[in-house]
């Protein structure tokens, strides 16, 4: 009996955007 792999899915990383104080 061979066993299944299971895949894992790659989460992405959202990017924060830092605000400039003036």
């Given amino acids: 009996q061979k066993k299944k792999k299971k895949?894992?899915?790659k989460k992405k990383?959202?990017?924060k955007k830092k605000k400039k104080k003036k």
Wanted: hydrophobic share 0%; proline share 0%.
């Fill in 13 to 15: 990383k959202k990017k």
């Fill in 7 to 9: 895949k894992k899915k």
